[in-house]
């Protein structure tokens, strides 16, 4: 097999059959390879100069965008919006089992490729044919892997196609498979639990699996969990899921407090970061804990583990007020559920809350925010009055004090702007001035940055160029002046003198005397800190940037003479 092999950009496959609907993306590829004669899935990815390990079960650059994926949509005759249908999962990438395939042998025998809901974890089951997928040959009792050659035949030779399953005899047992699959081809009927979609209730099974496995296995459901194992654990515990939340309550019902208090522990403790954090794991977490206060009031064990708390308790931890838990809610900064008894209350997820203080010990004061960004106060006051910034503390998130923001916040900011940025064509005679530049020229004038901002984000005017200085300050962006001049003209009436930004060309020996004064003042940062042979790129930038700030000072004192 070639090795870092990059395919001409118009070289395409022999074959190269249209995806299935509902083909798994990896399946597809497999399908491809077993099509064209290569002899492994790692062939034709790396032909487009992608690097993937079937073994492992690394498959990161197949849904990183990027030159290499653009040439195997040529390679495989794809355009780039259906690879994107192809590579959507069914679910989030925490409920699927990327590196342990399962498969149905009388669905290969019917038509030969895999079905994307074969990926899903708690998807244990064929409805169709009755029968529990297969995630290990029965031959060499291997488990599956995509590092293989053909879509029904294992490495060792074993032709999964002419195996014949014991059918599932209760059919109670097809229930969660069956519903599943209806919902993702959008004929299912309406669930109690799937309010937000099937993703919810798939994530319920898993959390239900989870804590099937570990009171009866002792065992904590993983990706490559057994498959037959699953099933049995679903075919237990989905009737509890159907009746929502009433069924599950019966279904708790069973178990002695011991059992319970086991169970809810397991839950609390679990530290597998996606698969506990989603919505479905974090109602069924919650309706146990509900379902255990209940149960316990009275009790001398009754102490129940938090993971949940009311917004007045965060408030009180965050010293907040409800409206402002709200606002880190609504935000993302913190996870909440709604309740399951009494819908019209909602938790704060513990661990969500647990981040959020860890997060708060890093954000910036206003002023240190101001210093990152290369502006001053007001000017920063004005980006947060326009929304172009959004403080994580302080009055406006229902907080006292004074306003505070994260990292995060401010490199979104700057990211959003390096999005604007169009250069012009090389050899064009124009001059530029720096963003924070046209910030204070916007202050002398008592004309509004936020305002500014918006017109930018507007289309007009655009940053041109983008510099290599600090990553985190508006000086890196860099305007045309005759557009920013355009602008200043409209701010005005028609009677006024418009506050023109006046970008005069100083002598060479006005910039060396310039440069010297800074120097002895020790304020020039630009010239303590190129100590380093410069390129000619890197030069020119330097001196822009000397040009603009010799100019403003020019311009400043000839409007104050």
């Not at 169709?128 to 590092?147: E, K, N, S, Y």
């Not at 106060?377 to 004074?402: C, F, K, S």
């Not at 530049?437 to 007009?460: I, K, N, T, Y």
Request: charged share 25%; with cysteine.
């Amino acid at each position: 097999m070639p090795e870092g092999v990059v395919g001409a950009p118009s070289r395409r496959l022999l074959r190269t059959p249209a995806p299935q609907p509902d083909e798994s993306w990896l399946g597809y590829l497999l399908r491809l390879t077993e099509q064209n004669g290569y002899d492994s899935l790692r062939w034709i990815p790396e032909r487009a100069g992608l690097k993937v390990d079937p073994m492992q079960g690394r498959w990161a650059d197949l849904w990183r965008p990027g030159p290499q994926l653009s040439l195997l949509c040529e390679m495989i005759a794809l355009s780039e919006a259906e690879l994107a249908a192809l590579c959507e999962p069914l679910v989030p990438n925490c409920l699927v089992r990327w590196k342990a395939p399962k498969v149905c042998p009388a669905c290969l025998r019917e038509e030969s490729w895999c079905r994307k809901a074969w990926e899903v974890l708690p998807f244990t089951a064929c409805p169709q044919h009755g029968v529990v997928l297969i995630d290990q040959c029965p031959r060499c009792h291997c488990p599956l892997t995509w590092a293989r050659k053909s879509v029904s035949v294992c490495r060792c030779g074993e032709d999964w196609r002419r195996l014949s399953l014991p059918v599932i005899e209760h059919d109670q047992e097809l229930t969660a498979a069956r519903w599943m699959l209806a919902a993702w081809q959008g004929a299912a009927e309406a669930h109690p639990l799937a309010e937000a979609g099937v993703t919810v209730y798939a994530a319920a099974l898993c959390a239900l699996l989870d804590a099937w496995l570990s009171l009866r296995q002792g065992l904590r459901l993983q990706p490559q969990t057994d498959n037959e194992l699953c099933h049995r654990a679903v075919a237990a515990i989905a009737p509890s899921l159907d009746d929502w939340p009433e069924g599950f309550f019966r279904y708790c019902d069973q178990f002695d407090d011991a059992t319970l208090q086991s169970w809810q522990q397991v839950w609390f403790s679990r530290r597998s970061g996606e698969l506990s954090e989603t919505e479905g794991w974090l109602w069924v977490a919650a309706a146990l804990e509900e379902y255990l206060e209940e149960r316990w009031a009275g009790q001398a064990h009754g102490l129940v583990p938090k993971r949940f708390l009311s917004r007045e308790e965060v408030g009180r931890q965050l010293g907040l007020n409800v409206s402002g838990v709200d606002h880190l809610a609504e935000h993302s900064r913190l996870s909440c559920v709604v309740g399951v008894k009494q819908r019209n209350l909602s938790w704060i997820d513990v661990r969500s809350l647990r981040r959020w203080q860890r997060e708060i010990e890093n954000l910036l004061p206003a002023a240190a925010a101001a210093d990152e960004l290369g502006i001053g106060m007001g000017q920063l006051r004005d980006l947060v009055r326009y929304g172009w910034l959004a403080p994580e503390r302080g009055p406006l998130t229902g907080g006292g004090g004074e306003m505070k923001f994260s990292p995060q916040t401010l490199a979104a900011f700057l990211g959003r702007i390096s999005q604007l940025v169009t250069p012009v064509r090389e050899g064009s005679d124009f001059r530029v001035v720096s963003l924070n530049q046209v910030a204070d020229h916007l202050e002398l004038h008592e004309l509004s940055f936020g305002q500014f901002v918006e017109a930018m984000f507007a289309g007009f005017p655009r940053p041109v160029s983008e510099g290599e200085g600090p990553s985190e300050r508006l000086s890196r962006f860099w305007l045309r002046v005759d557009e920013l001049n355009q602008y200043l003209n409209t701010q005005f009436d028609l009677d006024r003198q418009p506050a023109v930004f006046h970008y005069t060309v100083p002598s060479l020996k006005d910039v060396v005397e310039w440069l010297d004064r800074k120097q002895d003042e020790g304020e020039n940062r630009f010239y303590r800190s190129q100590q380093a042979p410069l390129d000619a790129g890197t030069l020119i930038r330097c001196l822009i940037e000397v040009l603009g700030r010799l100019s403003t000072e020019q311009a400043q004192a000839e409007e104050g003479a």
